[in-house]
């Protein structure tokens, strides 16, 4: 391959280390699953089901994982309340272009593609696909499917209206998106005009995006499409038996457009039947082929609240004895009616893994259950800052823009927090107290702040603003984890103290996820990912009209009209965070964040009581090549490598 080899450093020394694929003429050995359907001629021999290269899993840094081979067989149990969605089968399933070793590190690995470079500007990357690489239905993957996707479904205007900013220029909505070449049959260019390093970062784990932003399979989608037809006519002719189905009026503008998206399947739709089964949907046209996957497991049934998952065929990773992935032969997911029966799940060892319903304050409860439920609870580091607290910096509100803009008041409210109670009572000492913040609990100390900005007490025992503006902080927090409700209960308690009047509303995240939007929250409490999980970049002010600013091209446009334009700091930081993604993922880690979180502690928009949290997760404690560290959501990653001892 042409162009300049620039891995990131970690990334070059590992390759020189370890191998990411077996020789050429290595034996491959199959699960005895499939024997029978090589035997009848189903299926090919299992050499010829994988690619020339294939792909020695790698999810897990060295460190974290004292790696067996393993031995096949077995069913992994899940359990959800959610329809449509399970979260842990999500990310086990879910596969990027590139892997990010550990979820959390700056060691990025080809995954879907064989190899990838970047060159020296971080402007040009370079991707080679798998050469034999297939589809779980067995059709061959081609440039013919990665040119579908992106000339047709990408560069489409009415399937992809607006391109997703990770696309663009250094990843921000202003940016230009990238331009596409052909190099061979197996090479491809994508080509970006600015410096963008975080680009391998959003193909191998931000914002879970999986391959199929970039690969469709283009021999099943290819009928859904208008232009794979002469005229209009014979596509809404072909596409009548799926309108039908759907009850689309193909002749209203852009119907089309959800017909394809039905049939499409991205991968935040691979726990959803509906999208996954053919017989969910299309089965009346006619449709019986469910959606082709390069997954490690594809779901095959969905009835009774039960979702079974089997293994993948044509499976691209083998471990270093040649067997191919996965050992486990099948995934349930079973439907319960609420998180209070995951819990019984768990403990009643009708579950053998679980990670994202395993909360922290329930482990007692699993270790108390370890030996009856054949379980075993285990503790590694949170992805999120639990609990963080954001201040909307543009909610519409006198008296509330009265008080922020003294930082003496925040000064205070961060202050006033007792970081150590919140970490004993609640997460009982399983985490640190973030050393950037300064949530010391000192009560006297934030009274002294206020009292000196002049908020002082009325007849009612409340502060008003200086001026004598009646003053509420009204916090906006949501159900998803018992531990945020707990948590805001407490900075009630602390900011009362101060004589501050404080209320709560709890949303699901849609609703608030709305009043956000609308501008009409002015105190979010929640799990963020904040500085813990860099490349989220779920930190920053919370300000919407900023946003819409910023969004709107107000940087670099001096007639923007929409939103409302930040002082000097927040277009500084906006900019500083940017260069997370334009830099190398190293430099993003070691360079760029800590000069971000001291911004943050200087204005503090955010306040981040603690850190190094941890989580639980529960496994069966029969499993082989369980991870011994990292982030939590990382063990997800490696589902493929588990086994039943």
């Given at each position: 391959m042409k162009g300049t080899l620039s891995l990131l450093l970690a990334a070059v020394l590992l390759l020189s280390v370890v191998p990411f694929a077996l020789a050429a003429d290595t034996t491959y050995s199959q699960s005895p699953i499939l024997d029978a359907k090589v035997e009848s001629g189903e299926l090919p021999p299992v050499a010829e089901r994988l690619p020339r290269v294939t792909k020695l899993p790698d999810e897990i840094l060295p460190e974290y994982l004292d790696y067996q081979i393993g031995t096949y067989g077995g069913t992994m149990r899940f359990v959800t309340a959610v329809v449509n969605w399970d979260a842990d089968v999500f990310i086990m399933n879910n596969e990027g272009f590139l892997t990010m070793q550990s979820g959390n590190s700056d060691v990025i690995t080809p995954n879907i593609v064989e190899a990838y470079e970047v060159n020296d500007a971080y402007t040009e990357f370079t991707f080679k696909l798998r050469e034999g690489l297939r589809w779980s239905d067995g059709v061959p993957v081609t440039m013919e499917d990665v040119k579908f996707t992106i000339e047709k479904v990408i560069f489409n205007a009415e399937l992809t209206p607006v391109i997703a900013n990770f696309m663009r220029d250094g990843g921000v909505a202003t940016g230009d998106p990238f331009t596409f070449e052909v190099v061979d049959d197996w090479t491809f260019k994508l080509n970006y005009k600015e410096p963008y390093g975080g680009f391998v970062v959003h193909l191998s784990v931000a914002g879970w995006k999986g391959y199929t932003e970039l690969l469709k399979p283009k021999h099943f989608l290819e009928k859904f499409h208008k232009d794979s037809y002469e005229s209009y006519e014979a596509y809404t002719e072909a596409m009548k038996p799926y309108a039908d189905v759907l009850n689309l009026d193909l002749g209203l503008d852009a119907s089309w457009v959800t017909l394809f998206s039905q049939a499409d399947c991205t991968n935040w739709e691979l726990t959803d039947p509906t999208d996954q089964l053919a017989s969910k949907t299309f089965a009346a046209a006619g449709e019986t082929a469910n959606f082709p996957v390069l997954y490690?497991?594809?779901?095959?049934?969905?009835?009774?609240?039960?979702?079974?998952?089997?293994?993948?065929?044509?499976?691209?990773?083998?471990?270093?004895?040649?067997?191919?992935?996965?050992?486990?032969?099948?995934?349930?997911?079973?439907?319960?009616?609420?998180?209070?029966?995951?819990?019984?799940?768990?403990?009643?060892?009708?579950?053998?893994?679980?990670?994202?319903?395993?909360?922290?304050?329930?482990?007692?409860?699993?270790?108390?259950?370890?030996?009856?439920?054949?379980?075993?609870?285990?503790?590694?580091?949170?992805?999120?800052?639990?609990?963080?607290?954001?201040?909307?910096?543009?909610?519409?509100?006198?008296?509330?823009?009265?008080?922020?803009?003294?930082?003496?008041?925040?000064?205070?409210?961060?202050?006033?927090?007792?970081?150590?109670?919140?970490?004993?009572?609640?997460?009982?000492?399983?985490?640190?107290?973030?050393?950037?913040?300064?949530?010391?609990?000192?009560?006297?100390?934030?009274?002294?702040?206020?009292?000196?900005?002049?908020?002082?007490?009325?007849?009612?025992?409340?502060?008003?603003?200086?001026?004598?503006?009646?003053?509420?902080?009204?916090?906006?927090?949501?159900?998803?984890?018992?531990?945020?409700?707990?948590?805001?209960?407490?900075?009630?308690?602390?900011?009362?103290e101060l004589g501050l009047k404080v209320e709560v509303t709890t949303l699901e995240s849609s609703m608030r996820q709305q009043k956000e939007q609308a501008n009409e929250i002015p105190v979010r409490v929640s799990w963020l990912p904040s500085t813990q999980l860099w490349y989220q970049a779920g930190f920053g002010p919370l300000a919407p009209l900023w946003t819409q600013w910023f969004d709107a091209g107000g940087l670099t446009n001096p007639d923007v009209t929409g939103g409302e334009e930040p002082p000097e700091w927040a277009k500084e930081f906006h900019l500083l965070k940017q260069s997370l993604m334009t830099v190398s993922p190293k430099d993003a880690i070691h360079v760029v964040l800590p000069k971000i979180v001291d911004v943050m502690t200087d204005k503090l928009f955010t306040i981040e009581p603690l850190t190094d949290m941890q989580q639980c997760v529960v496994i069966n404690r029969n499993m082989g090549n369980v991870p011994s560290g990292g982030i939590g959501v990382s063990w997800n990653l490696s589902g493929e490598q588990f086994f039943y001892k």
């Open positions: 490690p497991w594809m779901m095959v049934s969905s009835d009774g609240g039960i979702t079974t998952y089997e293994r993948n065929p044509y499976y691209h990773k083998v471990d270093a004895a040649g067997n191919q992935l996965p050992y486990i032969d099948k995934l349930t997911s079973t439907l319960v009616e609420n998180m209070e029966m995951v819990q019984l799940k768990y403990v009643a060892g009708e579950v053998d893994f679980a990670r994202e319903s395993a909360t922290i304050d329930n482990v007692t409860l699993y270790k108390e259950n370890e030996e009856k439920a054949n379980i075993i609870a285990h503790l590694t580091q949170l992805h999120n800052h639990p609990t963080d607290i954001q201040i909307n910096f543009n909610y519409k509100d006198e008296a509330w823009q009265e008080a922020i803009g003294d930082i003496r008041f925040l000064r205070a409210l961060e202050m006033s927090i007792d970081a150590e109670e919140i970490l004993e009572s609640v997460y009982k000492g399983l985490g640190h107290i973030n050393p950037h913040w300064n949530c010391i609990g000192d009560t006297d100390g934030a009274n002294a702040l206020l009292d000196e900005m002049g908020m002082l007490k009325g007849a009612d025992g409340f502060r008003t603003t200086p001026s004598g503006k009646p003053f509420t902080i009204h916090i906006i927090n949501s159900p998803d984890a018992r531990d945020i409700t707990t948590v805001t209960e407490l900075y009630v308690e602390f900011w009362s």
